[in-house]
């Protein structure tokens, strides 16, 4: 981990920044900056305190700076010192009230702000109607001893999307405020997007080291499809491309023996259901009236480990560290709910580690091997998704023959795995890496922008 430095505020007029002589060693530097500001000041060395950063009044004013009392990193670029990074996460769905300006997600903001200390890093909430382009100021919603405070800051260093849903990510208005922060401002923009199941698969199948991962699958065009898979796999999944959460899944069986077509789904009022059809063409009617099927795919069926009879899939967390390196922090098991096509615990799933459901050697094998699965795919994604992507959950099986698939990478998992108790320390631990990561990409798009924006 890098160092980072204690901010004090000095109450003096003077314009002058007292830090650690170690800093200063050998370099000229007459400039300060926090996130796009930066004014000229005259540096000294602290004689006493070698952990700490101490600006005048006037200074702290002129950065607007937010005196929070958070430890901060240094860079140094040429002649100018930078203390960050300040993190602007950008989202939407702000409600006027003060104690819960996000709505329902309020609570998972203050979560992810809560580990800046630890960290080294002040991040902050905001959204399009709070950024002043006149000014260069964003009026942003900073958490700090258990409450959330307003401060306008200048634009931050780095931006993490937490946009909360593909609806939101297509609207003009916020496509347009992404486009020129990162064009105009030239601000790094981590985990853009939400990712498409097709485009997704279709990408990783051009890379060998990942490819060995994917089941067949397919853009629905007609039954012939079905057909020829359900004969060599027994079992179909047909998907919505751009679909999360397991909702709008169904799982198609086919029994050779008697010639029936099962279809498993849920329904509307979220019961598991488990049909029974002649046909694919008088399945279709009855199980996907109204729904769009060229919005959908098929996937191949995999015989899935079972706990109980049950299916069981994974979800592994993997997210970018300080140092731009790929980590595996977090592994659940999810098994299914009784007669469910999900795990989801919507559909009566159940979350355990895997030590709770598999003797100690399975446990350390299939965590070796979702481990390492997880991780050349988290690289093989970066080598074949535009924009910078600093954490996957990724929704990995593992068959009767001990082999690993992918089903589903998500650019923005969802945190249910952390309920479990015996996991509280992993999310602790995602949370810490995805502020952290900030800390990399600023510390690249001041000393070595042409690489991050090749």
């Not at 902050?124 to 000014?135: A, L, M, P, R, S």
């Not at 992507?389 to 923005?412: M, T």
């Not at 320390?425 to 995805?434: A, N």
Request: net charge neutral; proline share 6%; glycine share 6%.
């Amino acid at each position: 981990m890098r160092k980072h430095y204690r901010i004090e505020i000095a109450p003096n007029n003077q314009n002058i920044v007292f830090c650690p002589p170690s800093i200063l060693k050998g370099k000229k530097i007459n400039r300060m900056a926090f996130g796009s500001k930066s004014i000229e000041v005259h540096f000294f060395p602290h004689p006493d305190k070698n952990d700490r950063i101490v600006l005048s009044k006037p200074i702290q004013e002129a950065l607007s700076f937010p005196d929070l009392a958070v430890p901060m990193h240094v860079f140094l670029d040429k002649q100018t010192f930078h203390i960050g990074p300040l993190i602007g996460i950008f989202t939407s769905g702000f409600t006027p009230f003060p104690e819960q300006p996000i709505g329902d997600r309020t609570q998972l903001f203050e979560k992810l702000l809560s580990v800046k200390n630890s960290v080294g890093a002040m991040p902050f909430v905001f959204g399009e109607q709070h950024i002043d382009w006149e000014q260069g100021m964003i009026n942003g919603y900073f958490y700090h001893k258990d409450t959330w405070q307003n401060f306008d800051v200048p634009f931050p260093n780095v931006i993490y999307d937490r946009l909360p849903n593909r609806k939101s990510e297509r609207n003009p208005k916020l496509i347009k405020v992404k486009e020129r922060l990162q064009k105009d401002y030239l601000i790094p923009w981590y985990n853009p997007g939400f990712f498409n199941k097709l485009d997704v698969y279709e990408r990783l199948q051009q890379d060998p080291l990942a490819a060995i991962f994917l089941p067949e699958t397919f853009p629905f065009t007609s039954f012939s499809i079905i057909e020829t898979m359900l004969s060599k796999y027994g079992h179909v999944f047909i998907k919505p491309k751009n679909g999360s959460l397991g909702l709008g899944v169904h799982q198609i069986i086919y029994d050779k023996h008697t010639g029936d077509y099962f279809c498993r789904y849920q329904d509307k009022v979220f019961a598991n259901r488990l049909r029974k059809f002649s046909s694919l063409e008088k399945l279709f009617p009855n199980v996907f009236a109204n729904q769009r099927l060229d919005k959908m795919l098929v996937q191949q069926g995999i015989h899935l480990l079972r706990h109980e009879k049950r299916p069981i899939d994974f979800r592994v967390h993997t997210n970018k560290d300080d140092e731009g390196k790929w980590q595996v922090t977090a592994i659940a098991a999810k098994i299914a709910g009784q007669g469910s096509v999900t795990t989801h615990k919507r559909s009566g799933g159940d979350i355990k580690t895997i030590g709770e459901i598999f003797s100690e050697e399975e446990s350390a094998l299939y965590t070796e091997k979702l481990s390492n699965a997880a991780l050349l795919l988290s690289e093989a994604l970066e080598r074949n998704i535009e924009g910078i992507i600093g954490e996957i959950g990724f929704d990995l099986g593992i068959d009767r023959n001990r082999d690993v698939w992918l089903f589903e990478a998500n650019s923005k998992p969802g945190r249910s795995i952390f309920n479990h108790p015996d996991l509280e320390e992993f999310d602790l631990l995602t949370r810490k890496l995805t502020i952290a990561f900030a800390v990399f990409i600023t510390e690249q798009s001041i000393l070595h922008p042409e690489e991050l924006f090749q």
